[in-house]
């Protein structure tokens, strides 16, 4: 392996002509350069789920930073509140996640500075985001995360995702990471046979899904917190658990 | 046969193989670590200090890579000095904190060096804040380091915030 010292003439990290290529995220080449993109996430949170009732919309993401396979911190917070209208919750790397929020943090004190009584709506949050990600990726420097944004602006409730490719859609029901496969079927069923979900309702689905990827995501923990935002603002409530059943533990046999 | 017998710690990175702890007790933190530094197999310190100096009340433990951590370290023992000489009083653990996970995420894939910062301030108290992987994250009690495996269930188990020194 030679050790490039010397200046990248075509494009930034683009290979030399006539040299050896090695793509950024091998990890095993030590002494290519400096590496300057985010290959791996550290610590890491797990699903987060997002959902669309009458009257504002719902998210909730349980309390967990996973080292790998560890369960390394247990109280940490992925839900944020952006404005009165606006919150956001965040699967993936949780270091890129504390940029992102110091950014947005910021980006909304500079807005209320300027005291024009504007307040940046879901949508442009949303879109801004979107830009970022893809910007970032493209740069094959990405924010390692999946972002799940709700919001209630001008009477109509706002629930997209934004992920580290840059990929964004809107729904009404969003879940990241385990919970694409495990809480959004269910999610989807109830909202479609009632689309109209009442708050209620709709705390008792998340709660649902919650029991749910905390069985079977090897990679959650049981505690929690939901994040709502109505016409009224913003509500992080938390930490709460669920309660779980084991019953069935016993009707498990043929080894004993 | 030789040859490829010694090459091997000759070519390993230089690195902590480390156990770290900082824990908040009533009245402030306590810091500690072990002191051997690693290449590969072969141990090439085995009185290093880990514990280091930051500010007069606030110090951290470094694990990682050796370079990589001291360096770090280096860079922010510098700043802290500026910053409590601006200040005109002793900066807050958070200051340090903040300096050192700012290094830590923007070099975050150059740098593999895991840094605990403890201290005392007059504001907050006793604080200990991790900063794995360019997070900061304050905690009632820390560890960190290839060794942290081993006693992390029985740090769960055996801290209590609210304890005595001893």
Same mark, same amino acid.
């Given at each position: 392996m030679e050790v490039c010292n010397r200046k990248m003439n075509l494009w930034a990290n683009g290979p030399s002509p006539g040299e050896l290529y090695s793509f950024p995220g091998s990890t095993s080449c030590v002494g290519v350069g400096p590496v300057k993109t985010t290959l791996n996430p550290m610590v890491t949170g797990t699903s987060v789920l997002g959902v669309k009732f009458n009257g *504002?919309? %719902?998210?909730?993401?349980? %309390? +967990?930073?996973s080292y790998g396979s560890l369960a390394r911190f247990r109280s940490i917070s992925r839900l944020m509140k952006v404005n009165d209208c606006t919150i956001l919750g965040a699967s993936g790397d949780y270091a890129d996640y504390q940029y +992102? #929020?110091?950014?947005?943090?910021? %980006?909304?004190?500079?807005?209320? +500075? +300027? *005291?024009?009584? !504007?307040?940046?709506?879901? #949508?442009? %949050? !949303?879109?801004?985001?979107?830009?970022?990600?893809y910007n970032r990726r493209t740069r094959m420097n990405p924010l390692w995360n999946t972002v799940v944004l709700g919001g209630f602006y001008n009477g109509e409730s706002f629930l997209g995702y934004v992920d580290k490719l840059g990929v964004a859609y809107e729904s009404p029901s969003i879940a990241t990471g385990f919970g694409a496969y495990l809480a959004q079927p269910l999610m989807r069923e109830v909202m479609e046979t009632k689309p109209d979900l009442s708050r209620d309702e709709a705390r008792q689905l998340i709660e649902r899904c919650l029991k749910v990827l905390y069985y079977r995501d090897a990679r959650s923990y049981n505690k929690f917190e939901i994040a709502t935002v109505t016409e009224g603002g913003v509500e992080i409530e938390g930490p709460f658990s669920s309660e779980t059943n084991w019953d069935i533990a016993h009707m498990v046999s043929g080894f004993e | 046969m030789d040859d490829l017998l010694e090459s091997d710690w000759t070519t390993e990175e230089v690195s902590t193989g480390t156990t770290i702890i900082a824990a908040v007790f009533d009245g402030g933190v306590v810091i500690? =670590?072990? =002191?051997?530094v690693s290449a590969g197999q072969a141990v090439v310190n085995r009185v290093l200090n880990k514990v280091c100096r930051l500010h007069d009340k606030i110090y951290c433990s470094i694990s990682g890579s050796a370079a990589d951590a001291q360096a770090v370290v280096d860079i922010v023992d510098y700043q802290m000095e500026l910053h409590g000489i601006?200040?005109?009083?002793?900066?807050?653990?958070? @200051? @340090?904190a903040t300096i050192v996970k700012d290094i830590c995420y923007k070099y975050k894939e150059e740098l593999v060096a895991h840094l605990l910062v403890a201290g005392w301030d007059h504001k907050y108290g006793g604080q200990v804040y991790g900063t794995l992987g360019g997070m900061m994250i304050k905690q009632q009690f820390a560890v960190g380091g290839s060794g942290s495996t081993y006693i992390y269930g029985f740090a769960d188990s055996a801290f209590k915030p609210g304890m005595t020194k001893e």
């Open positions: *504002g919309v %719902m998210i909730a993401a349980d %309390m +967990l930073g +992102l #929020k110091q950014v947005i943090e910021q %980006m909304v004190i500079d807005e209320e +500075l +300027l *005291g024009d009584g !504007h307040h940046y709506s879901p #949508k442009a %949050m !949303h879109s801004w985001l979107t830009r970022v990600m | 500690g =670590s072990d =002191s051997r601006q200040m005109g009083q002793p900066p807050l653990v958070q @200051a @340090a």
